[in-house]
């Protein structure tokens, strides 16, 4: 776990430049002109929600360094100082927690990986099997499907302490695909039309096939399903690693730090 504030701040800015990016590109912000359509789907939902965590955090780590500033240092063990062993000084606090909003960070986590994995194992795969022309490996879409998830992800393997989650952060991470697919939904069957099928000319009322009632009908239910079991089963893992990590960092009190 590392407890650099400076380059927690560092890292964080990165991030935050990185998905702010892929996201205004994916609104089509650099190629001349909005696309505001695109909001409609979860993947540009989930990056809103990951780019509010890291101005979140961004702002947090700022503040943690002039708290730090305007205190009297860190003292530990596992540092040295000229002329002195053991209980030592760094510098004016940079050294410090940096796994701010811990529990709201893990939901974010699944969130997005949901965007991550879904994309990856259940939408990129049609794509070249149909060969739509879908552009996958432009900067926009490696952006918002890859770099976003996997800077959160990192984010909170590297600066989150563990042990603040609670059992039912498990359920909570279900909360916001939910909501998602249920909005989506009855905005689809009262007619809203997401775009047309480039196979039949006709019209999609919902933004992934996996609950696209009027194809799949009944299926749809059962990917449903699946989602939710999928989230959750994620959000438990979440949770043990956390208990493991809790025993782990207890052997090593100092942790890891940069």
Known sequence: MIKNRSFALVYRIAALAIAVTGFLSMMGLFSGGWNFSVLAFYTLQSNVLIILLFIMLVVRTVMGLREGNAGEG????GYTDEGNTGEVRVGKNNIGSVGYFARFEMVCCVNIMLTFLVYWVLLAP????????????????????GFTPLLCLLDYILFVKPGHLKYTDVYYVCIFPLVYLIGTSIAGLLGYVYFTSAEDGLPIRFPYFFYDFDRIGMLSFLYIGALVVFLIAVGHAFY?????RIKRVGKNTSGVLL
Do not use: Q, S
């Open 74 to 77: 860190y003292t530990g063990e």
């Open 126 to 145: 049609r794509m070249f099997i149909m060969n739509d022309g879908f552009p996958i490996w432009t900067y926009a879409n490696l952006a918002v499907h």
């Open 240 to 244: 043990l690693v956390d208990k493991a």
